[in-house]
């Protein structure tokens, strides 16, 4: 028999969205982690067409509908009808007029356009947004696609991340001029080398990398997801002789399915609980064990450069200490079993790098940094944005430090990043 919560919510799913000429097929358990370390549990549920062939197959059949709910607060995260087909009541989905399809999104997520989200990209058949503070970009992002088929129906309908209402915002005008952000753009101005597969060689080029820069102009937050995990390391390995015995890699689960019972219970995620100090040094020890058993002969050669999670294990990060400012670097990630602190399998980037092995290397720069900046500063591009701020708890207005261009390190030229 099925449990009462779970029936209410199939329920609700088929009036709410009109599948009276559907009926559930299967449905699975997910559970994720927000922005702000919380935990959330998702109902995936695959509706076919009442006259769809019976299949136990993993196929869906075209018109089947996907949808994923909160199992918790009932919000609607996904709908994708397959192969752009409906057979949902169509009253109660928006036309793929512009202005409906964004009235359709106020009512389903409970946001207001304009001020929690705004379009960045449109299309006849397609509309994409980005999370927005009275029109201030936020990170990290949320983002909101609405689809429709030829006939104007809607068969697409996705909503990810976070979107900040005004009680999350620290508000104060920006106030990032050029005396406060060009010291740091100067800072960020790094060399680099891409692979110039024409050549076969490695190419320097100059390239300011993306920052926030904080309204004060004081301090800086990265612009790379920030996992709030992540517990930042610099630590070189050494050992005097390597140990016996061999690595054995296990088989991990990283599946993020779930049962019912946990949904039920609503468990916290475990990658919500914070590595401890206990932690972070056993598994430096373990980090050592591992790199003596599968790389006898690198003492001093591989650094540890950071430990998170990811689905209930903890990630040790390793690099190796000899610094390149190649674009794509050798990087070991080490999974350690949280439970008793086991290495069990590692993924190592060496396969990738293979393909450049043969590549020359790059030649000395002719251009010196403060030439390249120079170059670089009338394209630098400062935008306002409200980011998350782990320490303070809520959004700050910071200013998002980018240029889109960067300087043959070579020639002096300009070049388009995106281009290489």
Known sequence: MMNGQLQNLIDHTREKLGLNDYYLKRHHFFREITNFNETEYILNMEWFPNDSAQSDEDYNPPGSAVIDINFHTKALKRIIFVDDVSYADSSLYPTSEKENAIEWIEEVTGLTFGRQFLIVHEADDMLSFGAAVDNIPVAPTGTIEIGFNDEGQLTLFTIDGDFPDEDQIQWEPFGLTSEKYEPLAN?????????????????????????????????????????????????????????????????????????????????????????????????????LRFLQLEFPDESGEWKLTGLYLENGYIFAELKPTKFTNRAFDRKIKLMIDRENYHAVNYVDNDMLLDMFKHFKDADEPAVSQEEAFKKLLEYVEVEPVYVYDHEQKNYIMCGKLDCPYGVNAITGDIVLLSGL
């Open 187 to 287: 800072k960020q101005c790094k060399l680099i080398e891409v692979p110039d597969k024409d050549q076969e060689k490695w190419l320097p080029i100059y390239g300011i990398e993306e920052i926030f820069l904080v309204n004060d102009g004081e301090r800086t937050i990265p612009f790379e997801k920030d996992l709030s995990s992540f517990i930042q390391k610099d630590r070189i390995l050494k050992w005097d002789k390597p140990i016996e015995g061999e690595f054995t890699q296990q088989d991990i689960d990283l599946s993020i399915e779930v049962t019912l019972d946990q949904a039920l219970k609503n468990e916290q995620h475990p990658d919500t609980i914070p590595i401890t100090d206990t932690e972070v040094e056993t598994c430096e020890k373990e980090v």
